[in-house]
């Protein structure tokens, strides 16, 4: 069976700072892809950054960076230079075939204060 | 990546009533999905639904209490049947496009039943 966890219920960053937010995963597969999906509160559920596990280089997009480590199972997502649009909840997801569902962890609550 | 549309966007209902989703794509796209959140979880996959074949559902989910139709490529719903307070949630369609690993969402409808 394939999990998802994300251990920080909560997290909060003052503006223009860094935070990371953590995920852990398990499966099986060899080949699997991994994703950070944002939440705000109009419900909509953003692509923020995705990785192709065969591929040893952590993935960019703009602010947003990961820490891929395939041996440890580890994803963690950093957002640099915070922004107050940024506040919303985060969640790491799991897929193996683009067939198929995505696995998605708890969630973690992400507050940027000014 | 494609555009997606839900309706309605939010309603409340009575319970032992039914509800249908509608969601809407601008372009082709032969896997779509529906995901439920319930208050303060994680998303879970309802079902997967195909065109031209019969919608595939998660464990726990069944077609009597969740129908889905996909008349064609860019369109699929999901009718929330004999609904009762558990099924207040977001429901989100999402859809991966052609042989790609990334799943995209709709913006969700927030069910409340009284």
């Known amino acids: 069976a394939q999990t998802v966890t994300q251990s920080q219920p909560e997290m909060s960053v003052q503006e223009a700072e860094t935070v990371t937010l953590s995920c852990t995963y398990d499966?099986?597969?060899?080949?699997?892809?991994l994703f950070w999906y944002k939440q705000p509160p109009s419900r909509q559920m953003i692509l923020v950054i995705r990785?192709?596990?065969?591929?040893?280089q952590n993935a960019t997009e703009n602010r947003f960076s990961v820490n891929f480590q395939k041996a440890a199972k580890s994803f963690s997502l950093k957002i640099s230079d915070s922004q107050l649009g940024d506040t919303a909840m985060y969640f790491c997801?799991?897929?193996?075939?683009?067939?198929?569902?995505?696995?998605f962890g708890t969630g973690t609550r992400l507050q940027v204060f000014p | 990546s494609a555009v997606i549309s839900q309706k309605p966007s939010r309603d409340i209902c009575q319970r032992g009533t039914s509800l249908t989703i509608q969601c809407q794509v601008d372009?082709?796209?032969?896997?779509m999905f529906w995901y439920r959140q319930q208050p303060g979880q994680s998303l879970t996959l309802i079902a997967t639904?195909?065109?031209?074949?019969?919608?595939?559902?998660e464990s726990g989910f069944v077609i009597d209490k969740f129908p889905i139709s996909r008349p064609n490529l860019t369109f699929s719903t999901l009718t929330v049947s004999n609904m009762s307070p558990e099924d207040s949630s977001i429901y989100l369609c999402?859809?991966?496009?052609?042989?790609?690993?990334?799943?995209?969402f709709g913006p969700g409808t927030r069910l409340t039943v009284l």
């Open positions: 997801a799991l897929g193996v075939e683009w067939t198929d569902k995505l696995i």
């Open positions: 499966t099986s597969e060899n080949n699997y892809y």
């Open positions: 990785q192709e596990a065969y591929k040893q």
């Open positions: 372009s082709q796209v032969t896997m």
């Open positions: 639904a195909n065109q031209g074949s019969e919608a595939t559902y």
């Open positions: 999402s859809l991966a496009p052609e042989r790609t690993d990334t799943q995209y």
